[in-house]
């Protein structure tokens, strides 16, 4: 019996795999601004207590993360990064004070979407990490800012 071939190798995901834009995390300089800004002067909701991802809880706790629902369900992260400075005082010059975007994709299609960051060349800069809260790689855009593809844990 003769092996089947291999299966051609995904050079590239297909429209509409990538389903939604799961989170988005932004370092800030000061916490409390930034709590009082997106929470009180933009009036987003801040998640507390049990909605807040097992994984974050702690960091949630001492104050170094808050988590935000926009209107459209997306959660906005808000990590302190007290001594971050960005390159240059302009804002207009610079993007670091964002850390990554976040994009969801069904857990069935997580090895598939490592699989295309490979044949591209990809440098991974984090992961694969498998965390309670699902599956995550991260790596940087040609222009260097952090995007991570993720899913939700199977359910078994």
Known sequence: MRPSPAAPVQTTLALGQLRRIHHLALNVKDMDASRRFYGGLLGLRELTGD???DTLKELVATG???NFVLPDGLILDLFGAPDLEPPDSDPDRSFTRAYHLAFD????QFDQALAVLAVNGVAIAHGPITRPT?????FYDPDGFMVEIRCDPVKC
């Open 51 to 53: 909605e807040v991802d």
């Open 64 to 66: 170094k993360v808050a």
């Open 105 to 108: 994709i069904d857990p069935a």
């Open 134 to 138: 699902g599956r995550g790689v991260y």
